[in-house]
T-cell receptor, first 117, second 116 residues
Framework: AQSVTQPDIHITVSEGASLELRCNYSYGATPYLFWYVQSPGQGLQLLLKYFSGDTLVQGIKGFEAEFKRSQSSFNLRKPSVHWSDAAEYFCAVGARAGGTSYGKLTFGQGTILTVHP | DADVTQTPRNRITKTGKRIMLECSQTKGHDRMYWYRQDPGLGLRLIYYSFDVKDINKGEISDGYSVSRQAQAKFSLSLESAIPNQTALYFC???????????????FGEGSRLTVL
């Protein structure tokens, strides 16, 4: 079965600092990978996704993520954090067509990002 | 208007009461899902439906039931609510058509349920 681990429950950074949120997954083949963001009181918005090709994926709001097969990781990065980035971030893994879990996403536990002025 | 609409957005109820959360979508997607969010646990899948005649249990279906009334409507019921079902519930959809079927989910804004 697929699974996702986000090792950091809560991260605090200063505005303007760089950010890296970690995500490790378990899946028997190359999965589909996603990062979603949830602002307070809001639903989940897709930041970026990886399904094939270039392992460095660009998303919205200046975020990027890198798929590293050898490390089973899909870490999210941003070079300079803005106060509006304060939110909860979720990594998710999905199976490709033909996989037994195809069509379902499995989410990590989430990482809460606090941004200090 | 939102593509995925959940009602009610907030609900407080008492133990033992029957509760229904409703979801409707205008995205034309075949697949619909109900997830539950708890602090520190992320989102966990309750039920999912790949089309109107297809209903499947997720990882935490006990105590819940669902109904897919139409392609655009998917409701979640708690037959007899209990306090540990207090959570934020999300409906989501995905598109199974096309060459790139990544399983990307599109979420509603959530329904916060409190069971006293």
């Amino acid at each position: 079965a697929q699974s996702v681990t986000q090792p950091d429950i809560h991260i605090t950074v200063s505005e303007g600092a760089s950010l890296e949120l970690r995500c490790n997954y378990s899946y028997g083949a190359t999965p589909y990978l996603f990062w979603y963001v949830q602002s307070p009181g809001q639903g989940l918005q897709l930041l970026l996704k990886y399904f094939s090709g270039d392992t460095l994926v660009q998303g919205i709001k200046g975020f990027e993520a890198e798929f590293k097969r050898s490390q089973s990781s899909f870490n999210l990065r941003k070079p300079s954090v803005h106060w509006s980035d304060a939110a909860e971030y979720f990594c998710a893994v999905g199976a490709r067509a033909g996989g037994t879990s195809y069509g379902k996403l499995t989410f990590g536990q989430g990482t809460i990002l606090t941004v200090h002025p | 208007d939102a593509d995925v609409t959940q009602t009610p957005r907030n609900r407080i109820t008492k133990t033992g009461k029957r509760i229904m959360l409703e979801c409707s979508q205008t995205k034309g997607h075949d697949r619909m899902y109900w997830y539950r969010q708890d602090p520190g646990l992320g989102l966990r899948l309750i039920y999912y439906s790949f089309d109107v005649k297809d209903i499947n249990k997720g990882e935490i279906s006990d105590g819940y039931s669902v109904s897919r009334q139409a392609q655009a409507k998917f409701s979640l019921s708690l037959e007899s609510a209990i306090p540990n079902q207090t959570a934020l519930y999300f409906c989501a959809t995905s598109d199974a058509r096309g060459d790139v079927r990544t399983g990307e989910l599109f979420f509603g804004e959530g329904s916060r349920l409190t069971v006293l």
